[in-house]
């Protein structure tokens, strides 16, 4: 379990982050949920130690992260598994050498072990044969997939996602999302996604924190979301138009499949 407690940022004199505290569940995909801007990256930078918070704390199973001693940050460090906006896999590396990566950075496997590891992973996130090529060799969701590989290679207790299915067709985007929850699950993961897709929190959105303008305006599950009575959040789900008609068909006492 990740816990924040009253978490602000601000750029040069300009308010990011306002206060925002909550809990993030193992086992679960917490969403961080809101438009453009409203600082949903920064939190997460924020979170992993990327960025420094001005004010509040982090604590990763009850251990307090911000600000203690550098040998303790760096052993939760180790346990961070973090999935980039746009992969950032290294251009000049297979996809066997991408997933190696943190195992050579982070752990004492020899090279046997190593490649087990990576042969194991790969094949989790569908991958199987796909070792040897380049990253510009491939596709974009099986960029997604290679990412989220090198995030778990080296066991990860926590994994961090930042927009993992932005630029993929809907329907592998779906596949993505299914297969972080898939795996938070099998794993015992605590996972934080941050995104702005409403099909992410309908398929996988167990708990779910929304961001507006640097504070947390609501939280809850993707059960409880479209009966919520916050304007800004109403104004975020009901801006597209196939959610407007499934919230109709619903009020109206019909069923929607969506
Ligand atoms: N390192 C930085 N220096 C100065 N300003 C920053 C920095 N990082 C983020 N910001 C500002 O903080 C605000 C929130 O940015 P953030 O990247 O968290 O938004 P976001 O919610 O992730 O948006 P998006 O959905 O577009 O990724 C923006 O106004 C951004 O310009
Ligand atoms: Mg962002």
Redesign the pocket.
Known sequence: MIEIHNIH?S??G?K?LDGVSGVFETGKTNLLL????????????CIVGL?KPDLGSVTFDGTYFTNNKLDIRQEIRRKIGMLF?GSALFDSMTVEENVEFPLRMLTEMNREERLDRVNFCLKRVGLENANKKMPSEISGGMMKRVGIARAIAPHCTYLFC??PNSGLDPLTAIKIDALIAEITEEYDITTII?T?DMNSVIEIGDKIMF?YQ?QKLWEGSNDEIMDTDVKELNEFIFANRLMRDAKKVEDEGGHSDL
């Not at 809101?34 to 930078?45: D, P």
């Open positions: 940022k750029f040069d300009k990011v809101g438009a453009s801007g409203t600082g949903k990256s920064v939190l997460l930078k960025i906006q930042d927009e941050v702005h961001l640097g």
